[in-house]
């Protein structure tokens, strides 16, 4: 009879992490879909006072006439309720870092020779000295 399977050991310990809320303000229905409804409001009316008996254009205009003063009382709604929060930046600028660049200038291009070799300054190489050997 072949060897059984070693039973796999399930008792470690699982840590479950809990997301936390989030702390931004939910949005209303209105709200998340907002030019969805200004359109089915603008076919919606138009669809009302064509079959009304005004017509396909007057209904249009209607309709469009209906959903731009729907945008526009939206607006001044949204300006009375936050008209005494202080106005947050959304684009802050990033920080200025405060160490310098070890190189901020760009270097002077190595010296080249005509036979298209670099040219190194005297003092690059230190001279070579001979060996004194151990007598």
Do not use: H
């Not at 479950?16 to 209303?28: A, D, E, G, Q």
């Not at 291009?109 to 070799?117: C, E, I, Q, R, S």
């Not at 190194?120 to 050997?133: A, E, G, N």
Request: glycine share 6%; charged share 25%.
């Amino acid at each position: 009879m072949p060897p059984s399977k070693p039973k796999p050991n399930f008792k470690k310990q699982v840590k479950v992490t809990v997301i936390p809320p989030s702390k931004k303000p939910r949005k209303t229905f209105f709200e998340e879909y907002y030019y969805n409804i200004l359109a089915a409001e603008c076919v919606g009316v138009s669809i009302l006072v064509a079959a009304g008996g005004m017509g396909f254009y007057r209904g249009t205009l209607v309709g469009l006439l209906v959903t731009a003063l729907t945008a526009v009382l939206w607006q001044f709604r949204q300006f009375a309720r936050f008209k005494g929060d202080p106005r947050v930046n959304l684009r802050l600028a990033p920080p200025k870092p405060a160490l310098k660049p070890i190189r901020p200038a760009k270097r002077p291009p190595a010296p080249v020779g005509p036979d298209g070799k670099k040219i190194f300054p005297p003092s690059y190489f230190p001279p070579l000295r001979d060996k004194k050997t151990k007598q």
